[in-house]
């Protein structure tokens, strides 16, 4: 029996030992297998072939730094393309020959994303169902890399400007902005600026002209600052850059008071407007200034009453005002505390009921009368004979009242129904 576990303990090491090391060599062999041979640092041009989008030319720049040469002539992001280069030393995971595959199936044929840099062509077709590995066409060979770098691929061409407004190093001799000179303080803010992001041009050329002129003999740059400053565009190269926080000599005071005068308006609750205040309204009025009595202009005028606000029996509205307690649960009255006047109106279920008599039919008029005096003598609603209930189911129209205002005045016993 020991002889057993000790022979089961020995091939678990060995089938360990064995995974241990095909994982080894898997990764030794992703590691030490680029796409290509090539050194990043060492590339001086590439270009960026994608169907249907711009043909992008990038080329490196002697001393540092990379320029786009098409669809723009202009600055390129160094960071953005040192990361495109990467491509270049991404592990190949698996490889087979091309000549005895589908290349249209795979997307290598007949127009697929091509990358050409350093002399060498690297077509770039559709992902495996599997793993979701990337077929790459290098030569003779359909190559599997991981999909980490096609969303560079097709970024539009204007991902890759650089996002400086101005060329990194150009020192501004003088500005003006619609004809006004700029502060040199305004110039540096401005040679040191950049971009959260570039864009096509939209379209909309709402802005001032700034000019900016570059010490020696370069052509001056001009742009098209938006009135909140955060969209500089150049309509020369068709580019926008949003700035995310423009020099404030940029910034148009309507711009930024009509941005801050909306935020206030948003937060600052509106006053209720004066007037006679509409049925089933409940609201609060602030008295505002000083406290009665109170106030270099002597005794305040006593409140008056709002148009369709009903007084108490002393002939001034309740005022309500939020009362404090001490310690002892006693309330405290705050002189300076503004008054409070809390009015409620409710309008009553019946919208008729509103109406005055006297603009009621004679006959509407006569049978609220009676409803409202049998009502108050049985203290319910208004009683109504067998008779008179079948003809109101009927759509007959009856006219006979049950009582009469004077015997419906009187007492209960004097009130006589008919059968």
Known sequence: MRARWTLNLFLLILVAGLGWAVL?????????????????????????????????????????????????????????????????????????????????????????????????????????????????????????????????????????VGLHPLPEGMAPASGDLNGEALEPATLSAIAALKAERVEPL????????????????????????????????????RLTYLVASPPPVLVEQEAAGGAGGAAQTES???????????????GVVEGLGPPPGEGPAGPAPEPETPAGVEADADGTAAALAPPSVDASGEPIVDPETPMEIRVERLAPDDPSASVPDAELDPIEARQRQIEDAVSASFGGPPLRSQAQIQREEGGVEDGDAIVSPEEAAGPPPAVKLRP
């Not at 249907?52 to 001393?63: A, H, N, S, Y």
């Not at 730094?65 to 390129?76: D, S």
């Not at 953005?80 to 270049?88: E, I, K, M, P």
């Open 24 to 160: 080894h060599d898997l990764r030794e062999t992703e590691e030490t297998t680029p796409l290509t041979g090539m050194d990043p640092a060492r590339i001086e041009g590439v270009e960026l072939t994608r169907p249907g989008r711009d043909t992008v030319k990038l080329e490196r720049i002697t001393g540092g730094g990379w320029r786009m040469t098409a669809p723009y002539r202009i600055a390129a992001d160094s960071e953005r393309v040192a990361r495109l280069l990467g491509v270049v030393q991404a592990g190949v995971l698996r490889s087979f020959p091309a000549s005895g595959a589908d290349l249209n199936r795979l997307g290598l044929e007949p127009e697929p994303v091509r990358v050409s840099l350093g002399g060498q062509t690297l077509r770039f077709g559709g992902t495996e169902p599997i793993n979701g590995l990337r077929y790459v066409a290098s030569g003779d060979l359909v190559l599997l890399i991981k999909d980490l770098y096609y969303h560079l691929l097709m970024a539009p061409a204007s991902d890759y």
């Open 202 to 237: 939209d379209g909309d050329l709402a802005g001032r002209i700034l000019r900016i002129q570059p010490q020696g003999d370069g052509a001056d740059l001009r742009f098209l600052v938006s009135p909140d400053g955060l969209r500089w565009s150049r309509p020369d190269l």
């Open 268 to 282: 600052v609750p509106q006053a209720p407007a004066a007037g006679l205040l509409p049925e089933q309204a409940v």
